[in-house]
């Protein structure tokens, strides 16, 4: 490893761990900083029980809620750039839409609103798909 890496990896492993030494339990952090300090920041989270419940803390304090719905509007775009196929998207969508309403977490207030948009791309994504069938139908030469 060069000079390069090395610090880069002290960059983001040390200084996190240095900027919160010395506290040591949420109420010292508590005082310290002046705010209600989380499990995360002090690093006192229970990761063996809920492993991606731990992991998600973070990103729902910033973005409330939404961290694997925005999650996973990064992995589905991701595939649309690759694919361009809406059917595909909109299929995995709806999949990943149940999986997340049948997990049983408590719904963001913002996504019903993401759930109507998302509706509103897939029947969208359902009539060009239709329309590219007739359309092919209807111009194809006779058989």
């Not at 609103?113 to 092919?136: E, K, P």
Request: glycine letters at 10%; aromatic letters at 10%.
């Amino acid at each position: 490893m060069n000079v390069a890496t090395l610090s880069v990896i002290a960059l983001l492993f040390f200084i996190p761990v240095s900027a919160f030494a010395g506290l040591n339990t949420i109420e010292e952090c508590s005082e310290k900083l002046g705010k209600q300090c989380s499990c995360w920041e002090v690093g006192q989270c229970n990761f063996a029980s809920d492993p991606l419940g731990t992991m998600t803390l973070p990103f729902d304090s910033i973005f409330g809620g939404l961290s694997l719905v925005i999650l996973w509007a990064l992995v589905l775009g991701i595939i649309w750039l690759r694919t361009q196929n809406p059917m595909l998207c909109g299929v995995l969508g709806i999949t990943m839409t149940g999986a997340y309403l049948a997990s049983g977490e408590t719904i963001a207030p913002a996504f019903k609103q993401a759930q109507a948009i998302g509706v509103m791309l897939f029947l969208t994504s359902v009539g060009i798909s239709l329309y590219h069938i007739l359309n092919s139908r209807i111009h194809a030469p006779p058989q």
